[in-house]
């Protein structure tokens, strides 16, 4: 029989076969079973044999690829070097078929049986291979998944307990400095101390958020986007004027909003306070424009600048809680907008070229009442 006759000469050749494969195989040195890899490579020569005697089925193939496919795994080693391995040991016994004293008639078949047994085995190899990558970054995802809740709710004790500890002693000096105003009107530096206190009492409002006892008791409201807006821009006039920025505002005055107005609040102070970071090395023409506009779907809340452009890679990690590029920065600011926003039905994305950076934030139709297509335009 000439596959008899074939499996006999690859029989006689297996021992210096298998020792220039071990020779010249890809292999890493951080590779656990470096010293074995050429053991895998003996026993799918051996199974060639076999395959050509009919002695296996590609069931009895795939059962050895799921163990490679297991080692390889395990070793953490590149798929692209296991490949180039197998390959090349194709490549090997094939080459040795030709050099023998066979026909072209009995080489034929001989090859496509050669083709049939490393093709089944590199398949259910990779296949499995995949398999077992994709399992484990799932493992290694619930993982980070417990992690990461674990470390919120660490903050949520730690924001709860700081704040209880820090807001009586804040509330009695802010309460002071308004009876020290109204005593003693035109007594100086009394003003810049009640914003820098108005400013430590919006930082430790943050963590009131994060703690999620912020909503506690709390009863929602329907509220004048424009209204907000000009609390936000009286609060954080001082900055503005420190940075020199041009703030245009389009908002209709009837425009409105349902939800907790603080909140809220807290939201765009958080985003304008960015923008204003991301325009202060900036040296003309800085521009800060909100914005809101209707679709018969959504409402659409946006506030862009033309400062410092966010960097690609860090455009889907930057409302991760603790993720900040800022040297003293605490990493919380957008996490706590993008849970206040998702917390009233809507949804918070970022945009950033270098043209502009633009935060929107789009709502659905019933979470919004409007009555009226007024423009206001506000610059400072």
Request: glycine letters at 4%; charged letters at 25%; hydrophobic letters at 40%.
């Amino acid at each position: 029989m000439p596959m008899d006759d074939l499996a006999v000469y690859l029989n006689e050749h297996e021992a210096t076969t298998v020792k220039e494969f071990k020779r010249r195989i890809a292999v890493s040195d951080s590779d656990q079973y470096k010293g074995l890899i050429h053991l895998n490579g003996r026993a799918l020569y051996r199974m060639v044999i076999e395959y050509f005697r009919s002695e296996i089925t590609l069931e009895d193939i795939k059962e050895l690829a799921y163990k490679v496919a297991y080692e390889r795994n395990r070793a953490e080693t590149n798929i692209g070097d296991f490949v180039s391995n197998v390959c090349m040991g194709r490549e090997m016994v094939i080459d040795l078929l030709q050099k023998g004293p066979f026909t072209p008639a009995t080489l034929m078949p001989a090859l496509l049986k050669i083709n049939e047994c490393f093709d089944v085995f590199l398949v259910h190899a990779v296949f499995k291979y995949t398999d077992l990558k994709d399992s484990d970054l799932e493992e290694k995802k619930l993982f980070i998944e417990r992690s990461h809740k674990d470390r919120l709710t660490i903050l949520g004790q730690m924001a709860s307990s700081f704040v209880h500890e820090f807001r009586n002693p804040l509330t009695s000096i802010m309460g002071f400095s308004r009876l020290l105003k109204e005593d003693y009107p035109n007594l100086p530096y009394v003003d810049i101390i009640e914003n820098e206190l108005r400013q430590l009492n919006y930082r430790v409002s943050q963590f009131l958020l994060v703690s999620k006892k912020g909503a506690v008791y709390k009863q929602m409201e329907v509220f004048s986007v424009w209204g907000l807006f000009d609390e936000i821009l009286s609060f954080l006039y001082p900055n503005i004027v420190d940075v020199n920025v041009d703030i245009q505002c389009s908002i209709d005055p009837t425009f409105q909003l349902k939800g907790y107005k603080d909140e809220m609040k807290q939201v765009f102070i958080n985003i304008i306070s960015n923008a204003l970071d991301a325009l202060h090395k900036k040296t003309s023409d800085k521009e800060i424009v909100i914005e809101v506009s209707q679709t018969p779907d959504s409402s659409l809340i946006t506030v862009s600048n033309n400062g410092s452009p966010i960097p690609p890679d860090l455009l889907s990690v930057i409302f991760e809680p603790f993720f900040t590029t800022k040297e003293l920065g605490t990493g919380i600011g957008l996490y706590v907008c993008k849970e206040i926003i998702e917390r009233h039905g809507g949804t918070i994305t970022c945009e950033s070229t270098d043209r502009q950076t633009k935060f929107s934030m789009q709502f659905k139709p019933c979470d919004v009442c409007t009555s009226g297509s007024m423009s206001m335009n506000q610059h400072i």
